[in-house]
Antibody, heavy 120, light 108 residues
Framework: QVQLLQSGAELKKPGASVKVSCKAFGYTFTSYSMHWVRQAPGQGLEWMGMINPSGGTTTFAQKFQGRVAMARDTSTNTVYMDLYSLRSEDTAVYYC?????????????WGQGTLVTVYS | EIVLTQSPGTLSLSPGERATLSCWASQSLTSNYLAWYQQTPGQAPRLLIYGASTRATGIPDRFSGSGSGTDFTLTISRLEPGDFAVYYCQQYGSSPLTFGGGTKVEIK
């Protein structure tokens, strides 16, 4: 069945970078885009951006432009999200979610979430 | 950027009661690309409704979505214990995709 499996929790210092992975199972990897959404402790959901695994094209929220990168590896059905120059406000749970390429059906499957803690 | 405003912030109801949640958009949504998610503590969001009114796979029919343009509603006809959670609306027709601030449905 469809499953998105994310990498484990991370503890980082301010100014460092973090890479979170999301491995897809149970569907054709290149038939769905992958979006990243984060949630700070006790807060709401925030969309960061997306990658089309078919061609590797990306779109980012302006807030994260220049500080985020997304990539995919079609040989392992895995997408990666890198966030650079971490600050305490980046402490959050980071989720990947698949979205139909047509864009009509949004996040029908989500990863379990990866907690990234930025502390000094 | 399209801003979504959800109301109320908290809804206190009893099991069996009807819940009505609202979501307003700052501008008309493309093709009514409005989704509703349910989130329980420690869990990822779960897609309930997309296209403003289409139930996602496996979602019981006590959940229904309606609305168009800028005004949208999620209705839960009879609350069950597992329905007490936080609900978010999301517009996904215009980049950046945005979420509302959420409505918490709590047990009265």
């Amino acid at each position: 069945q469809v499953q998105l499996l994310q990498s484990g929790a991370e503890l980082k210092k301010p100014g460092a970078s973090v890479k979170v992975s999301c491995k897809a199972f149970g569907y054709t990897f290149t038939s769905y885009s992958m979006h990243w959404v984060r949630q700070a402790p006790g807060q709401g959901l925030e969309w960061m951006g997306m990658i089309n695994p078919s061609g590797g094209t990306t779109t980012f929220a302006q807030k994260f432009q220049g500080r985020v990168a997304m990539a995919r590896d079609t040989s392992t059905n895995t997408v990666y999200m890198d966030l650079y120059s971490l600050r305490s406000e980046d402490t959050a749970v980071y989720y990947c979610a698949r979205v139909s390429l047509s864009g009509y059906i949004p996040g029908d499957y989500w990863g379990q979430g990866t907690l990234v803690t930025v502390y000094s | 950027e399209i801003v979504l405003t959800q109301s109320p912030g908290t809804l206190s109801l009893s099991p069996g009661e009807r819940a009505t949640l609202s979501c307003w958009a700052s501008q008309s949504l493309t093709s009514n690309y409005l989704a509703w998610y349910q989130q329980t503590p420690g869990q990822a969001p779960r897609l309930l409704i997309y296209g403003a009114s289409t139930r996602a796979t496996g979602i019981p029919d006590r959940f229904s979505g309606s609305g168009s343009g800028t005004d949208f509603t999620l209705t839960i006809s009879r609350l069950e214990p597992g329905d007490f959670a936080v609900y978010y609306c999301q517009q996904y027709g215009s980049s950046p995709l945005t979420f509302g601030g959420g409505t918490k449905v709590e047990i009265k």
